[in-house]
């Protein structure tokens, strides 16, 4: 059974950081990219980043880019989300998720439970 276990999330000030974690067990890691995405009550889940497994390359959306990292501890089978100059619009629910492929999560198979964000002005 594949479960994915985010933690991390909190309340923090704007413009401080986070750092979130997904824990994946039940599937082989370097099989899948690994993602991450957002959600606010009443809109769409949002894109934020994602990791290839074996190659670690790495995708972010622009609303994310040269604030939020994500990276890899293959022995751990975790992702991480660094999250840096957090804004009060950064506020969401936040999901792991994991697709199997080499490349980067589009459609993914599995998602965690998500974990709550919450960035006070």
């Known amino acids: 059974q594949v479960q994915l276990v985010e933690s991390g999330g909190g309340l923090v000030q704007a413009g401080g950081s986070l750092r979130l974690s997904c824990a994946a067990s039940?599937?082989?890691?370097?099989?899948?990219?690994m993602g991450w995405f957002r959600q606010v009550p009443g809109k769409e889940r949002e894109f934020l980043a994602t990791?290839?497994?074996?190659?670690?390359?790495?995708y972010y959306a622009d609303s994310v880019k040269g604030r939020f990292t994500v990276s890899l501890d293959n022995a751990k089978n975790t992702v991480y989300l660094q999250m840096n100059s957090l804004k009060p619009e950064d506020t969401a629910v936040y999901y792991c998720?994991?697709?199997?492929?080499?490349?980067?999560?589009?459609?993914?198979?599995?998602w965690g439970q998500g974990t709550q964000v919450t960035v006070s002005s």
């Open positions: 990791i290839s497994v074996r190659g670690g390359d790495t």
């Open positions: 998720a994991a697709e199997r492929t080499l490349w980067r999560v589009v459609s993914p198979d599995y």
């Open positions: 039940g599937l082989t890691f370097r099989s899948y990219a």
